[in-house]
Structure formats: structure tokens, C-alpha cells
């Protein structure tokens, strides 16, 4: 079970940075995430990438408080927006750049967006919190936590610039609704306030209204639950090695979702400890079985059958919960 307070669970870096930042603000926000974790799938879009959304908002807190982005095109600009927004009461999502971050393995390297926590600022020097752990491809990403100074900070939040497209709708997703996100050309952060105290700056882009709801006809849209989600992704994916490529980060952090989700509630007695654990571990091989068949695709040997036989390994163990108790 999740003890308040304890180490911040093991997600994906936006989650694991979120239920961080909710400490203190919302009760239990590792539980409460626990509970909201379901998969949805989003298609349809023309260039045919897949949008993912692994669980419903968390961030709501009294007086309508939630987290809402901010940006800004200039450093000074940003670290007073920044400052200002910890003298608030903090502490703040920060957008890092695991090409600038020194204890990023991927340091040096093409850059993603990742979250990050800035609790405090003193004497031009910031204290930054990471608390992200996960084995990656490019090596094992170690939580950190030190005091930068007003350039090191700067840095390591250096705009990512313009994003692929599937790593601009995961930040889109990434609060679990789908929320217009700022430029990534920007200086980007997060703040957690009533709603209308400041106005977001989105860089000019206007929001994306989600896909029509897939009606069961065959239709694009949205596709909501564990199995008809693997069951189309088993297709797609299996036949589609760049689609395999783009969206395999996708169902890593689906993963690390319905694991945590999996193990909060099957130790608080919500779900039955044994057929919880069987789903956990199938939903740990998931990731494992896509990369082998990324790796193999790549080498002109498309493996179809395994991305199958992953997925199906996930929904017959989740079968095995009643429906009640079936994680989403």
C-alpha cells in the first residue's frame, strides 16, 4: 500500500512528477491516481498517429484549484514567472530537456520534454526534485535533487523546440484531459491555482478538439478499455512497424500505469493480491515483447505474432479480475 509521504511511486515522468507536486494539496494523490488510471486511445487524426490517455485528471483541490500551463519566451521572463509562482505557494512543474539535464542518461542527446519539480529559490540558486526512476533504452534514469544555480537551471529547462507529433500529444495528455499545451519552442511550467488568475500563453497554437467518440461502427475516435484498446493495437502495431516505433513509449507508460494501479489497490484490499500480481507481471512483459519486436523489425524480420500474443498475455490475466474489480 502507498503510505503518504512515502517514495513517490514508479510511472511514467509526468505522473511521477504530478503525484509529487500534489503532495500536501490533495489527499493521497498516489491513491487517488490508483484509481483513476484507465487506457483510452484516440484515432482518427489524418496523419494516423495515435493519442493515448492513461487516466483522468488528479489535480483538482479546494476553492477549484488546478494546474494549468504557463510559458514564456525569454529566460528572464521565465524564471520570474517561476519565482513568482513559488512566492505563491509552491511547489512548481518545471519542462525540462533530457538533452540538457546532466543526470538524464540520454544527456547530450535528441531532447524530450520531462517533468521536473523546482520547491524552492533563494540566492539565485533554485532546488530542483526529479523523482523519476525507470531503466530506459539509452540507461537507468536515478532520481535527483540538488541546487542549481540561475544558469544550470536555465539550461536544463532549454526548450525542447517544435516536437514530433506523438510526443506533443503525450504532452497534451499528460495531465490525463486533453489540455492545450504551450509551444515547446518556450520556456514551459506548470502552476496550481484558480482557474483565471493568469492568462496561459500557448504560442499561437490553437486547441485540437478530440476525435469523434468511436461509436462501435468502425468509425475513427475514441476507443476506451484495457481490451478493445490491446485488441486494436495488437492490429495496428503488429502490421505497422512505424507505428510500433512512435507509439511503443505509449503502452511502456500504459504499463507503469496499470502497475501502479494494480499494486496501490490490491494493497489497500481493493483488488485480490494474486490474479493482481499475474496482470502486473503481464502488463511488465508488454513493454519488454515490443521493443524485441521493434528491435527485430528493424532488422527486416516484422514480428507481428509477439505483439499479438503481449497483448492478448495482458488481457487474459486482467480477465481474470472480476468486472468490478478490472483495472480500466
Known sequence: MIVPGGPVPALSCYSTTLVAALRGRV????????????????????????????????DAGPGGRRLSHRSAASWPAAAAGLAAALERGGPVIAVGNTATMPWA?????????????????????????????????????????????????RAVLTPCGPLPV?????????????????????YRWLVWEAPGLLPVRIGGRAPVPPPAR????????????????????????????????????????????HQHRLGVLAGAGLLPAAPAARAADAW???????????????????????VARACEAVIDAMSHLTPEETPR
Not at 237 to 247: F, I
Not at 284 to 306: H, N, T, V
Request: neutral net charge.
Open 27 to 58: 489527499p493521497d494523490p498516489a491513491l487517488r491516481l490508483a484509481l483513476a488510471v484507465r487506457l483510452r486511445l484516440l484515432d482518427g487524426r489524418p496523419d494516423g498517429v495515435l493519442a493515448f490517455s492513461h487516466h483522468d485528471r488528479i
Open 284 to 306: 511488465g512483459e508488454l513493454p519488454r515483447a515490443l521493443r524485441f519486436a521493434l528491435a527485430s523489425a528493424e532488422r527486416g524480420r516484422p514480428r507481428p505474432a509477439l
Open 214 to 257: 468511436d461509436d462501435g461502427g468502425g468509425r475513427p475516435g475514441v476507443l476506451e478499455g484495457t481490451a478493445p484498446v490491446l485488441s486494436r493495437l495488437a492490429r495496428r502495431l503488429g502490421e505497422d512497424p512505424a507505428a510500433l516505433a512512435r507509439h511503443a513509449d505509449d503502452l511502456w507508460a500504459a504499463a507503469r500505469h
Open 166 to 186: 506523438e510526443v506533443g500529444l503525450r504532452d497534451r495528455y499528460a495531465l490525463g484531459a486533453p489540455v492545450p499545451a504551450p509551444a515547446a519552442t518556450h
Open 105 to 153: 542518461p540520454s544527456s547530450g542527446g535528441a531532447g524530450v520534454p520531462h517533468w521536473l519539480l523546482i520547491d524552492a529559490h533563494r540566492d539565485d540558486h533554485w532546488h530542483v526534485r526529479d523523482s523519476f526512476e525507470a531503466l530506459l533504452p539509452h540507461g537507468e534514469h536515478r532520481p535527483y535533487a540538488g541546487r542549481l544555480d540561475d544558469a544550470a537551471l
